[in-house]
């Protein structure tokens, strides 16, 4: 695009190309207000805010971001056309169907979700694919449990593939399928505002951050170790302003903030991996700050508020997967994570909870996405329920 967009000598400037340095510029500017604010901020509630950011950041957006560029890297380099394979009506498509699903993130679900309302797909394979995937929260657990990430993942897979199966044997692969109404399926999940240096500063920004991320990762206290006299909380700074500038590329077009459109909409590895980062961010940050803002202003002790409702615990989870999206859902995990609720309740909203996928599904056919999210309520109430009575409390 930078060659495309070049001024030969002795003609007129291309009447974009300020536009569009403008709309870059207005990119930045709140990731450097917001760096600004976090080195010079007094308050209890701003470290708060600054720290939350920081933290989903360097925690959850670099090993999104690293995910990402391997996933696009060998489906590219490979020529893995994961469509192409889902079409042919064998009984590996369930299974098919649920791996897309159990990966992180909510792509392969969505690919799912669209293929079975154009008729290529059996019902089972919609069952098993909404069963398998935890949407964007998998980030979330990966990064700072990642044994228990893998084990919930390869727990949706095998959950996802029988009952697949199962609904097929009893359904039939055409169930409800005159309720699917003509409309092409849509996802915005790539529309976020950019130029080509603002790509390069992301990655710059990046790089460093995954560094920390590895470090966090082994519990290793990466503010004090690169802290000088003149900077105490480098780790933070980098954080603040890597989080806020993926939060701004992501909501610049909802305020008219377009960037390149035509680099925005191209279809590289980095750009698409740039574009899924910073839609996960935006949730992951989101989640972030409601649970650090809802303890700090309500001064909620949540392990008490949860104290004598263990019972309810997996089934409000459960309930919870039912809401579409993936901000929730990385609630939930975070909750999880902080030590509020059991692994039976994160184990039932992973298999009750569809992601973003649930928003295409909803769109085009609503009786099939809510008797699909219904039946993955079954065994995410059976198996959360289990390991809640035989393990948690025996």
């Known amino acids: 695009m930078e060659q495309h967009n070049a001024t030969a000598i002795g003609r007129a400037p291309m009447p974009g190309k300020p536009r569009h340095a403008m709309h870059g510029l207005a990119i930045l500017l709140p990731a450097i207000l917001a760096g600004f604010a976090m080195t010079t901020t007094n308050s209890e509630l701003g470290d708060i805010i600054f720290a939350a950011i920081a933290d989903a950041y360097i925690q959850v957006s670099t090993f999104v971001a690293g995910t990402f560029f391997i996933f696009y890297g060998i489906e590219k380099f490979l020529k893995i056309d994961a469509t192409a394979a889902l079409r042919r009506d064998t009984i590996w498509q369930v299974p098919m169907a649920a791996a897309l699903g159990a990966l992180p993130g909510c792509g392969g679900a969505i690919i799912v979700v669209t293929q079975y309302v154009t008729g290529r797909l059996s019902f089972g394979s919609v069952v098993a694919v909404l069963t398998a995937t935890m949407g964007d929260a998998a980030f979330l657990l990966i990064a700072q449990e990642p044994l228990t990430g893998l084990a919930i993942i390869v727990m949706g ?33 790539n529309e976020d505002a950019s130029t080509p240096w603002i790509d390069r500063l992301w990655m710059l920004i990046m790089m460093p951050g995954l560094v920390l991320a590895v470090l966090v990762a082994f519990q290793i206290d990466v503010d004090k170790l690169f802290a000088s006299h003149l900077f105490d909380r480098p780790a933070t700074f980098l954080g603040v302003v890597g989080g806020t500038l993926a939060l701004t590329m992501r909501l610049a077009p909802r305020f008219g903030v ?124 059976l198996i959360s329920y289990g390991w809640l009575f035989l393990v948690e409390l025996s």
């Open 157 to 189: 897979f095998v959950v996802g593939t029988i009952s697949g199966w199962v609904i097929n044997g009893i359904h039939g692969g055409d169930f409800l399928r005159g309720a699917v109404r003509p409309a092409d399926a849509h996802s915005d999940q």
């Open 258 to 381: 377009s960037g390149d459109p035509a680099f925005t909409d191209s279809g590289t590895i980095i750009r698409r991996t740039i574009a899924d980062t910073n839609f996960v961010t935006t949730w992951v940050i989101a989640a972030f700050l409601i649970f650090e803002l809802s303890v700090y202003i309500f001064g909620l002790d949540l392990k008490n508020l949860f104290t004598g409702v263990v019972l309810y615990t997996p089934i409000i989870a459960i309930l919870i997967g039912f809401l579409p999206g993936c901000g929730p859902q990385v609630l939930v995990t975070t909750m999880y994570l902080s030590g509020i609720i059991p692994l039976s309740a994160q184990i039932g909203n992973a298999l009750s909870n569809d992601g973003d996928a649930l928003f295409p599904a909803i769109a085009i056919a609503p009786k099939v996405a809510v008797v699909a999210t219904l039946y993955s309520a079954v065994p995410a109430v």
